[in-house]
């Protein structure tokens, strides 16, 4: 399997000089070997799961100040609220609605529960309405998971910055991208997964459109590295919204952006 920069955006630059050191000794060979088509699913969707408990929590203490959220469960075991399950069944309305050559037939998934959940009500909306069978796997993997916080888990800002100020202050002078708060992940430390993630994607799902279910963060850092985003550009963009689709397709040997954030099919939130 060729490397991500040669998979996703054309020719690695790092391997120039070495292809420079042998390519006269190669060349009579390489003129008569066709070049190697590159593995691509037809289509990537990713989604952000549904509304979870914890989200309407924390808007809840966003709005208050509040230096805690009543939530005592693991952050793996966060479930859909009842509206982000309504959400999730507006996917898979999306989904079935897709042409037929667009319609993923694979969904990789984040093992937490709300994205768990999120597959599963989507798929079983999808395969309702008769667009894919009923059976489809969901593939869980750990890559796809929510960025971890370590002792910032759980906080609203207003804790963070009441009980651990020092954090804080190196979060604001780092920035998101490269800050790690003790315990946890940066935003590159999810990045260096998604890059794994993405080779066997394109590995195992070449020529097929594929369905991801992750999280907002998990989804950032997909755009960051399919499109190659500066530090500026990334942290420019607003947040994913729960259960939105962005869609990158397979042209001319690269996954090209074909549609961000999009929440049109969640036009029922506005009833």
């Known amino acids: 399997m060729a490397e991500l920069g040669t998979t996703l955006n054309g020719q690695h630059q790092s391997t120039q000089s070495q292809h420079q050191q042998h390519q ?27 509304e979870s408990t914890a989200n309407v929590e924390f808007q809840l203490a966003e709005a208050t100040g509040a230096l805690s959220v009543p939530i005592s469960c693991r952050d793996a075991d966060i479930p859909l609220s009842l509206h982000g399950r309504q959400q999730a069944q507006a996917l898979g309305r999306w989904w079935a609605e897709l042409p037929s050559a667009d319609r993923p037939r694979s969904v990789w998934c984040s093992p937490y529960v709300r994205t768990a959940e999120t597959a599963r009500v989507a798929l079983a909306q999808a395969a309702g309405l008769g667009a894919v069978p009923v059976s489809l796997p969901v593939r ?49 430390d999810v990045a260096l997964r998604v890059r ?4 066997d994607v394109c590995e195992e799902e070449a020529g097929r459109p594929v369905l991801l279910v992750a999280h907002d963060c998990t989804v950032l850092m997909l755009r960051y590295a399919l499109d190659r985003l500066s530090e500026e550009q990334l942290t420019a963009l607003g947040p994913v919204h729960n259960c939105s ?26 009833d």
């Open 24 to 50: 006269s000794q190669h060349h009579h060979v390489s003129a008569h070997r066709p070049a190697a088509a590159t593995r691509l699913p037809s289509l990537l969707i990713a989604t952000r799961h549904g």
């Open 140 to 188: 869980y993997d750990e890559r796809l998971r929510d960025r971890e916080l370590g002792i910032l888990e759980m906080l609203p800002k207003a804790a963070i910055e009441a009980k651990h100020p020092e954090e804080a202050a190196r979060r604001r002078k780092m920035g998101e991208l490269y800050y790690r708060p003790p315990g946890g992940e940066s935003w590159t």
């Open 196 to 199: 794994s993630l993405l080779r």
């Open 245 to 270: 689709t962005s869609l990158w397709r397979a042209q001319e040997g690269r996954l090209r952006p074909d549609g961000w954030n999009g929440v049109e099919h969640l036009a029922f939130d506005q």
